[in-house]
Structure formats: structure tokens, C-alpha cells
């Protein structure tokens, strides 16, 4: 997993997924300036078991504050920002107006095409 911890000098959410996930969740932590301020960013190793613990793990940081950009999707509006931008899906419409790239990997452009 990918994941973006809040500014916290105390580290605190980091240390409570540590503590919490064990070693099902593995972190290997590099630091990131954001706005000025440094923040945790963590390549995380999950060991998986199923889909649904998975998407469980997700949940549980995102619930928590942290942003997790998922890999494990290929829906682009999935993986990162988790929301359709309409300048993307524009974009697609000109250099790509039936849609034959990448077919059903936008949810903004399955979405438009569904209207």
C-alpha cells in the first residue's frame, strides 16, 4: 500500500497503525515535505489473506486521516484521488473520443458514457 500520513511532529497515528496492524502491515517509512511541513509517507507490506481484509486495512486508515493511494485497483479514480476530474475525462474525449485506450479503466469516462 501507499500511504500519506497528516503532519503529526509526534507521530502519533503512525505508531498507532504500527501497533495496531502488527506485522500483517509492514511499513517502510520516507518523509516528505507537504506545504512546508514534514510528513510520514509509508510504502507498506500487507500480508495478504483476502480481498475483503484488504479493503478492510484501507478503510481503517482512511477512517483514521491517512490518504492511501491504492495499487491494488485499475480504476484509475480508485488508486489515487477517489474522485472523477472532469478535466481528465475531457482530455480523454479529445485525444481519445471512442474511448479504445485503456477501455474501462476511467470511472469518469464509463460514468459519461453511461448519460
Known sequence: ??????YDPDLTLLEHMYRHFG????????FFRVHG?????????VRYTTTDRLNEIIRYHE????FIANPHTYILEDGGRKEINDT????KAEVDPYGL????????WL???QS
Open 23 to 30: 506485522d500483517e502491515v509492514m511499513m517502510h517509512l520516507e
Open 63 to 66: 477512517a483514521q486521516g491517512a
Open 88 to 91: 481528465q475525462v475531457a482530455f
Open 37 to 45: 511541513r514534514v510528513c510520514p509517507a509509508a510504502l507498506q507490506l
Open 1 to 6: 500500500m501507499q500511504t500519506l500520513f497528516p
Open 111 to 113: 460514468e459519461r458514457s
Open 101 to 108: 485506450l485503456n477501455p474501462g479503466k476511467m470511472r469518469g
